[in-house]
């Protein structure tokens, strides 16, 4: 069973952080980029940051630049968004997914997605 699992979501105010993780089950992340992507209601699709196979190469969106890192941890087999400085505008469901390369683009073919997990940033 090939499955993409994101956690660490929640409840946070404004100006707080959480770190998000998107665990592999049943094959090795080592073979894959991986992106974040969010939808909040009534919103499209949007592309939030990615990660390159080895590594070496992260993009961002425009909205979350200075505020949100993503990384990579082969070893346990997941890649973590960390989200700093929070704003309610954050608010949506967080979705990671696996790519044959670094890609922001929601549009694009991926090979696995997650079925994500809620951010919800409110006082």
């Known amino acids: 069973q090939l499955q993409l699992v994101e956690s660490g979501g929640g409840l946070v105010q404004p100006g707080g952080s959480l770190r998000l993780s998107c665990a592999a089950s049943?094959?090795?992340?080592?073979?894959?980029?991986i992106g974040w992507f969010r939808q909040a209601p009534g919103k499209e699709r949007e592309g939030v940051s990615c990660?390159?196979?080895?590594?070496?190469?992260?993009k961002y969106a425009d909205s979350v630049k200075g505020r949100f890192t993503i990384s990579r941890d082969n070893a346990k087999n997941t890649v973590y968004l960390q989200m700093n400085s929070l704003k309610p505008e954050d608010t949506a469901v967080y979705y990671c997914?696996?790519?044959?390369?670094?890609?922001?683009?929601?549009?694009?073919?991926?090979?696995?997605w997650g079925k994500g997990t809620l951010v919800t940033v409110s006082s």
């Open positions: 997914a696996a790519q044959d390369l670094c890609q922001t683009d929601p549009y694009y073919d991926m090979i696995y």
């Open positions: 049943g094959f090795t992340l080592n073979y894959y980029a």
């Open positions: 990660i390159s196979i080895s590594g070496g190469v992260t």
